[in-house]
Nanobody, 115 residues
Framework: QVQLVESGGGLVQAGGSLRLSCVVSGSTFRANAMGWYRQAPGKQREAVAVISRLGSTTYASSVKGRFTISNDNAKNTVALQMNSLKPEDTAVYYC?????????WGQGTQVTVSS
C-alpha cells in the first residue's frame, strides 16, 4: 500500500523559513511527479509547486522566488524549501505523488506564519 508521510511543518514568524519533506513508501515504482498543495481555512486546495521525475518544476505565482521544490528519485522523496514566509502562506500543506498513474496524498502538515 502506497503511503506518503510528510514532516517539517510548524509555526514561524513572517520572513522566516521552513522545510517540508515527504517520503513515498510501499511502492516498487518511482513517482512520475510529486508536488505540494495547500489549503487555507475557507479556501480551496491549490497547487504550490510540482516537480516531474525529470526535474521540471512549476510554481504558483504567489510563491515564485520564495519556495523551491526538489526531489530525490532514488529515495522517492520530495522537499519544499520555503523562505521569506508570509502570513498568507498559512495553510495545511499536502504532498501528492503520481505513482503508476495513480494519485496519492499525504495526511497534511500545518504551516502557520505569524505576523
Amino acid at each position: 500500500q502506497v503511503q506518503l508521510v510528510e514532516s517539517g511543518g510548524g509555526l514561524v514568524q513572517a520572513g522566516g523559513s521552513l522545510r517540508l519533506s515527504c517520503v513515498v513508501s510501499g511502492s516498487t515504482f518511482r513517482a512520475n511527479a510529486m508536488g505540494w498543495y495547500r489549503q487555507a481555512p475557507g479556501k480551496q486546495r491549490e497547487a504550490v509547486a510540482v516537480i516531474s521525475r525529470l526535474g521540471s518544476t512549476t510554481y504558483a505565482s504567489s510563491v515564485k522566488g520564495r519556495f523551491t521544490i526538489s526531489n530525490d528519485n532514488a529515495k522517492n522523496t520530495v522537499a519544499l524549501q520555503m523562505n521569506s514566509l508570509k502570513p498568507e502562506d498559512t495553510a495545511v500543506y499536502y504532498c501528492k505523488a503520481v505513482v503508476a498513474s495513480m494519485e496519492y496524498w499525504g495526511q497534511g502538515t500545518q504551516v502557520t506564519v505569524s505576523s
